[in-house]
C-alpha cells in the first residue's frame, strides 16, 4: 500500500488537489499550436505545495502535455521571461516530469481529492466543448461540496458544466475569467504584429460575454490584474496572472 492510499481525505490530513491541463491543440482561429499557460501550473502548485497539500497533475485525455510557448520563461519572444517560479518549476526533474504522462480525468477519485482546478491557456478554447468527462466531474465536485475551481480560460468549463438539475452551474453565481478587455488587448497585439489579419481574432469566443449569456455575474479586476472570487465553494480566476490569487482563495475556501 502506498503513502497516499493510507491518507484518506480528512480535516487532521494533509489536502489534497487535483490540476487539470488541457492536452495539446491546434487553435482552429490562427492554425498555431495551443496548450496550457505555464503559471496557471507552476504558481498553484508552489502555493499549495507550501501549504503541505498533496497535488497530482491530470489532463483531460491523459499523456504529455505541452504549454503554450509565450508561457515558457526561455521562449524568445521574452514574455514570460520574469516567471521565476515557472523557471524553477521546469528546472526541477521531477515536476517537470509531472507532464510527460498524465493521468486522464477519467481516472480522478473524487473521494480522494478535496479540490479540483481546471487550468486555461489557449489550448481549452479549442479543446473544452468535447471534454464531457471533465464537465461531469467538475459538476460532481461542486454538488459534493467540494472546491471546484477553473481559471483564466479554464473557465470555458463554465459554458458547458451543467448541475445535476440540467442547468448551467455558473447562472446565478458571481465568477470571472478572461476578460473581454484582456481579449482585445490580445487581439491587437498580433494585428500589430501581422500575425493575424484584423478580420480574425485569437479566441473562437469570449468567456465574460459567454458566462453572461448563462446568466452569471461575471465580475473582473482590470486589464491583467491578479483577481480571483468564490461564490460558494466555486472559485474562479480571471486571467494568468491570477495564479497565486486563486490558489489562496481555494486555500481558504478549504479552511486551511
Not at 87 to 115: E, K, R, Y
Not at 149 to 160: A, K, Q, T
Request: with cysteine; aromatic share 10%; proline share 5%.
Amino acid at each position: 500500500m502506498s503513502l497516499k492510499d493510507a491518507n484518506p481525505v480528512s480535516k487532521t490530513k494533509p489536502k489534497r488537489v487535483a490540476i487539470v491541463l488541457s492536452n495539446p491543440a491546434i487553435s482552429p482561429t490562427t492554425g498555431w499550436p495551443v496548450g496550457f499557460w505555464w503559471s496557471e501550473l507552476s504558481h498553484p502548485y508552489l502555493a499549495f505545495h507550501d501549504r503541505g497539500y498533496e497535488v497530482e497533475v491530470f489532463s483531460y485525455k491523459g499523456g504529455k502535455v505541452e504549454p503554450d510557448s509565450m508561457s515558457d520563461p526561455n521562449d524568445q519572444t521574452g514574455y514570460s521571461s520574469d516567471d521565476l517560479i515557472t523557471q524553477g518549476f521546469i528546472h526541477t526533474p521531477a515536476l517537470l516530469g509531472l507532464l510527460t504522462d498524465t493521468q486522464p480525468v477519467s481516472a480522478i477519485n473524487i473521494a480522494h481529492f478535496d479540490a479540483i482546478v481546471v487550468a486555461g491557456g489557449q489550448a481549452p478554447m479549442a479543446t473544452m466543448q468535447n471534454a464531457t468527462d471533465l464537465h461531469a466531474l467538475f459538476v460532481a465536485f461542486y454538488e459534493a461540496g467540494k472546491i471546484a475551481c477553473c481559471l483564466c480560460h479554464g473557465s470555458s468549463i463554465l459554458r458547458y458544466a451543467k448541475l445535476s438539475t440540467g442547468e448551467y452551474l455558473v447562472k446565478g453565481k458571481t465568477v470571472t475569467g478572461f476578460a473581454n478587455v484582456e481579449e482585445d488587448f490580445a487581439d491587437k497585439a498580433v494585428w500589430d504584429l501581422g500575425l493575424l489579419s484584423r478580420d480574425k481574432h485569437v479566441m473562437p469566443w469570449r468567456i465574460e460575454d459567454e458566462l453572461k449569456e448563462l446568466g452569471a455575474n461575471y465580475v473582473q479586476a482590470g486589464l491583467w490584474r491578479g483577481f480571483a472570487v468564490r461564490d460558494g465553494n466555486l472559485v474562479t480566476g480571471q486571467q494568468n496572472f491570477s495564479g497565486a490569487e486563486t490558489a489562496e482563495m481555494v486555500i481558504q475556501a478549504m479552511g486551511q
